[in-house]
T-cell receptor
Framework: DTEVTQTPKHLVMGMTNKKSLKCEQH?????MYWYKQKAKKPPELMFV???????INESVPSRFSPECPNSSLLNLHLHALQPEDSALYLC???????????????FGSGTRLTVV | QQQVKQSPQSLIVQKGGISIINCAYE??????FPWYQQFPGKGPALLIA?????SEKKEGRFTISFNKSAKQFSLHIMDSQPGDSATYFC???????????FGPGTRLSVLP
């Protein structure tokens, strides 16, 4: 299995809702990431988990709450979002130790989030 | 210092032509330079990558050229095909880094 699976693919939520994005990988990667991507822009790093511990939080507002229940799963809990939070949310994983000619992230297809 | 610049912003190439995308960086501590390809509605996919100890790397129709002294690197797509139409991002990181810095992206359109 060489994929990162994200669910749901699309999500519409109101500003008072609570929802969660889910990400799963079975490649044995020990680093997992959440990125936010606005239209026609590069991905922006939000969070990094390394060996199931949060290692990087890029000053993300508390209305976004990450969780890593185990080495294969990554969640992003959403609460009280704003319309400007509408974006493509990408999950990625990596083996974080290189050692291969083309080291890098494996991205999921993302969740298209619309906040109304 | 952390920025990666990329040009052009958009590129139109005829089928069979050569597509060239350029990137430049400032941080000399960067040690790894991947290129990602992203189709609409999909996540970016790793295309090819290079380390600064080599000046060129070729995989099929895709070639990275790297100029360490100029702190520049470029992606060449030979015999460009309509299926190559996508957005391309260059990136940079520290060795085995967990935080890639992405360029702003180049939207490539290959005309049939």
């Amino acid at each position: 299995d060489t994929e990162v699976t994200q669910t749901p693919k699309h999500l519409v939520m109101g500003m008072t809702n609570k929802k969660s994005l889910k990400c799963e990988q079975h490649m044995g990667h020990r680093a997992m990431y959440w990125y936010k991507q606005k239209a026609k822009k590069p991905p922006e790093l939000m969070f990094v988990y390394s060996y199931e511990k949060l290692s990087i939080n890029e000053s993300v507002p508390s209305r976004f709450s990450p969780e890593c229940p185990n080495s294969s799963l990554l969640n992003l809990h959403l609460h009280a979002l704003q319309p400007e939070d509408s974006a493509l949310y990408l999950c990625a994983s990596s083996n974080d130790r290189g050692g291969t000619p083309n080291y890098g992230y494996t991205f999921g297809s993302g969740t298209r989030l619309t906040v109304v | 210092q952390q920025q990666v610049k990329q040009s052009p912003q958009s590129l139109i190439v005829q089928k069979g032509g050569i597509s060239i995308i350029n990137c430049a960086y400032e941080n000399t501590a960067f040690d790894y330079f991947p290129w990602y390809q992203q189709f609409p509605g999909k996540g970016p996919a790793l295309l090819i990558a290079i380390r600064p100890d080599v000046s060129e790397k070729k995989e099929g129709r895709f070639t990275i050229s790297f100029n360490k002294s100029a702190k520049q690197f470029s992606l060449h797509i030979m015999d460009s095909q309509p299926g190559d139409s996508a957005t391309y991002f260059c990136a940079a990181s520290l060795r085995y880094g967990q935080n890639f810095v992405f360029g702003p992206g180049t939207r490539l359109s290959v005309l049939p």
